[in-house]
């Protein structure tokens, strides 16, 4: 027996039988000259390449989107935004008119000198973006190959998926019945596949060192996803152990699902009010069948990226009605669009930033294009006779900021003759969590993104697996920068949203500073409740 630990990604147990996944990258393809007659015929290879490739993708954007959600979904239709990006089409044809090579050594030069020219960016964005270039290049060759069928396409029945790495052209395969759980040597919690395992519900160790030396095809294996603990081949003991460990989990979980619509308190009567964070109508649906108490953070974003041109208000208007039509009279904060140097809207026309994250974002943009902030305020205003809603400012640095909102907002429901609705104030920054006294003149309430803030505070790249050490979201050093917001907020409301929301681990540490306010993943909704009981 084998005893292997990496990341827990995505809780649960798993047993089965270990399949380890080659890349196609990894093989060698055909190369050789052709003659300056053959290039259109040799570019005709690529272009219909690249036209069952985009199939591919809006075909996997529509199965995934019907199984999950639409945010999965969307990062099918973003890869078909890159693979036809002028510049990419450019470079294809130059290289074969240069090089005089086929079209397997035409996509091997070309999407491996983009590969490397995101990898070598400073900008997180574009490091994350080189992932979506090389998933391409691995779709491209798999048509230009005569690949018919993805090796994970038919995977029997309860197999452990071992790699080094995954895409989302090797995840969109996967399903429950074939995939029982995922080991994975190189990962980072917010990675497309980890995404993905947590969306299916398969458990995900990632970050397992020497993973791929250590496993071979056909091992047993035992997944805890829940601590990150791998066991290959183990034995009867380990056995039994999983098996007593499983059945826990699998009574908990089923208690937790039936009394999700109960309040949760701890055991000496302490009332902690668990909500969700949405972007869809589908996202609040889950919430809501989940016992979630309210939404604790919705985010826009996915509206004004899907634009083509600046929206109108009743656009928007009608966006957040059929979004929050199945929320009833439970309470919303509608975060207002938080975006920066990292996403692409091109009708704001937004420059490139060497560091987006440390850049003109959130309430900082929006100060800079105010007809966009009115539209939003409007909207949000006109949805509020219907709903109860609430505004919440991202990126807060300033008390300035926060009044100069409530100023804007209080004008506007003037104008509009519709009741002042609160306004709220996200603390990311570590200016804004020392601001709090000054914040809370102009704020309703608080809400902490702790997965910025602890990025911002531990100078850790929440995305990056290799700092990952450093981005300890538990450490004493946040827990106690949390009491600090909640003793100089007073009496004003504060909400933690995040994934340290969700560690079970930290949940006792979480109260203890005060806050009894959670805002997460809204399947994980059943599982906090029943563990704030147990407290």
Same mark, same amino acid.
């Given at each position: /027996?084998?005893?292997?630990?990496?990341?827990?990604?995505?809780?649960?147990?798993?047993?089965?039988?270990?399949?380890?996944?080659?890349?196609?990258?990894?093989?060698?393809?055909?190369?050789?000259?052709?003659?300056?007659?053959?290039?259109?015929?040799?570019?005709?290879?690529?272009?219909?390449?690249?036209?069952?490739?985009?199939?591919?993708?809006?075909?996997?954007?529509?199965?995934?989107?019907?199984?999950?959600?639409?945010?999965?979904?969307?990062?099918?239709?973003?890869?078909?935004? /890159?693979?036809?990006?002028?510049?990419?089409?450019?470079?294809?044809? #130059?290289?074969?008119?240069?090089?005089?090579?086929?079209?397997? #050594?035409?996509?091997?030069?070309?999407?491996?000198?983009?590969?490397?020219?995101?990898?070598?960016?400073?900008?997180?964005?574009?490091?994350?973006?080189?992932?979506?270039?090389?998933?391409?290049?691995?779709?491209?060759?798999?048509?230009?190959?005569?690949?018919?069928?993805?090796?994970?396409?038919?995977?029997?029945?309860?197999?452990?998926?071992?790699?080094?790495?995954?895409?989302?052209?090797?995840?969109?395969?996967?399903?429950?019945?074939?995939?029982?759980?995922?080991?994975?040597?190189?990962?980072?919690?917010?990675?497309?596949?980890?995404?993905?395992?947590?969306?299916?519900?398969?458990?995900?160790?990632? #970050?397992?060192?020497?993973?791929?030396?250590?496993?071979?095809?056909?091992?047993?294996?035992?997944?805890?996803?829940?601590?990150?603990?791998?066991?290959?081949?183990?034995?009867?003991?380990?056995?039994?152990?999983?098996?007593?460990?499983?059945?826990?989990?699998?009574?908990?979980?089923?208690?937790?699902?039936?009394?999700?619509?109960?309040?949760?308190?701890?055991?000496?009567?302490?009332?902690?009010?668990?909500?969700?964070?949405?972007?869809?109508?589908?996202?609040?649906?889950?919430?809501?069948?989940?016992?979630?108490?309210?939404?604790?953070?919705?985010?826009?974003?996915?509206?004004?990226?899907?634009?083509?041109?600046?929206?109108?208000?009743?656009?928007?208007?009608?966006?957040?009605?059929?979004?929050?039509?199945?929320?009833?009279?439970?309470?919303?904060?509608?975060?207002?669009?938080?975006?920066?140097?990292?996403?692409?809207?091109?009708?704001?026309?937004?420059?490139?930033?060497?560091?987006?994250?440390?850049?003109?974002?959130?309430?900082?943009?929006?100060?800079?294009?105010?007809?966009?902030?009115?539209? #939003?305020?409007?909207?949000?205003?006109?949805?509020?006779?219907?709903?109860?809603?609430?505004?919440?400012?991202? /990126?807060?640095?300033?008390?300035?900021?926060?009044?100069?909102?409530?100023? /804007?907002?209080?004008?506007?429901?003037?104008?509009?003759?519709?009741?002042?609705?609160?306004?709220?104030?996200?603390?990311?920054?570590?200016?804004?969590?020392?601001?709090?006294?000054?914040?809370?003149?102009?704020?309703?309430?608080?809400?902490?993104?702790?997965?910025?803030?602890?990025?911002?505070?531990?100078?850790?790249?929440?995305?990056?697996?290799?700092?990952?050490?450093?981005?300890?979201?538990?450490?004493?050093?946040?827990?106690?920068?949390?009491?600090?917001?909640?003793?100089?907020?007073?009496?004003?409301?504060?909400?933690?949203?995040?994934?340290?929301?969700?560690?079970?681990?930290?949940?006792?540490?979480?109260?203890?500073?005060?806050?009894?306010?959670?805002?997460?993943?809204?399947?994980?909704?059943?599982?906090?409740?029943?563990?704030?009981?147990?407290?």
């Amino acid at each position: /027996m084998i005893q292997l630990k990496g990341k827990a990604f995505s809780s649960g147990f798993a047993r089965g039988i270990a399949y380890v996944y080659s890349d196609i990258l990894e093989s060698n393809h055909a190369a050789y000259n052709i003659s300056k007659d053959q290039h259109d015929a040799e570019y005709d290879r690529i272009d219909s390449a690249k036209e069952e490739v985009r199939q591919q993708l809006f075909d996997s954007a529509k199965r995934v989107g019907s199984a999950l959600n639409k945010n999965v979904a969307d990062i099918f239709l973003a890869q078909e935004t /890159m693979l036809v990006d002028p510049q990419l089409v450019d470079d294809l044809k #130059q290289t074969l008119g240069q090089k005089h090579v086929n079209a397997e #050594q035409v996509i091997g030069t070309v999407f491996r000198r983009w590969i490397r020219k995101f990898r070598d960016s400073p900008s997180t964005m574009l490091n994350e973006r080189a992932d979506d270039i090389e998933d391409l290049y691995r779709r491209m060759l798999r048509v230009l190959v005569g690949v018919e069928a993805h090796k994970l396409e038919k995977l029997p029945e309860n197999t452990i998926l071992v790699a080094r790495s995954l895409m989302p052209s090797d995840t969109v395969f996967l399903t429950r019945k074939s995939c029982s759980g995922i080991l994975l040597e190189i990962a980072a919690p917010t990675a497309h596949s980890t995404i993905l395992a947590r969306e299916f519900g398969v458990p995900c160790v990632g #970050q397992v060192r020497g993973l791929i030396l250590k496993v071979n095809t056909g091992d047993e294996i035992l997944v805890d996803g829940n601590t990150g603990k791998v066991f290959v081949n183990p034995t009867e003991v380990v056995i039994e152990t999983y098996h007593t460990a499983r059945k826990k989990h699998v009574r908990q979980s089923a208690k937790a699902i039936k009394n999700r619509f109960k309040s949760a308190a701890t055991t000496n009567g302490q009332e902690v009010t668990v909500m969700a964070n949405a972007s869809s109508s589908g996202d609040i649906i889950r919430a809501v069948d989940s016992g979630a108490d309210g939404i604790g953070l919705f985010r826009t974003e996915r509206f004004f990226l899907a634009a083509k041109a600046l929206p109108t208000v009743p656009e928007f208007r009608k966006y957040l009605l059929r979004c929050l039509k199945p929320l009833g009279d439970k309470s919303v904060n509608l975060r207002l669009l938080d975006i920066g140097g990292d996403k692409i809207i091109p009708y704001l026309s937004l420059p490139f930033e060497l560091n987006p994250f440390l850049g003109r974002r959130g309430v900082r943009l929006l100060f800079d294009f105010p007809a966009l902030l009115k539209i #939003q305020i409007k909207a949000i205003l006109s949805v509020s006779k219907k709903y109860n809603v609430r505004i919440l400012i991202p /990126m807060v640095t300033f008390a300035e900021e926060v009044k100069k909102i409530r100023v /804007m907002c209080e004008t506007i429901s003037k104008q509009m003759k519709i009741p002042m609705i609160q306004i709220g104030a996200m603390i990311e920054t570590p200016a804004a969590a020392l601001a709090v006294p000054s914040l809370c003149k102009y704020a309703d309430f608080l809400c902490i993104g702790t997965n910025d803030l602890t990025q911002y505070v531990m100078a850790a790249d929440r995305e990056s697996a290799l700092v990952s050490k450093y981005f300890r979201d538990d450490h004493s050093i946040i827990l106690g920068l949390l009491e600090s917001i909640a003793v100089n907020a007073g009496e004003t409301p504060v909400t933690l949203c995040g994934e340290l929301a969700v560690k079970r681990d930290a949940l006792s540490s979480i109260l203890k500073t005060g806050i009894c306010s959670l805002s997460i993943a809204p399947l994980s909704t059943p599982g906090i409740k029943e563990a704030v009981r147990r407290l």
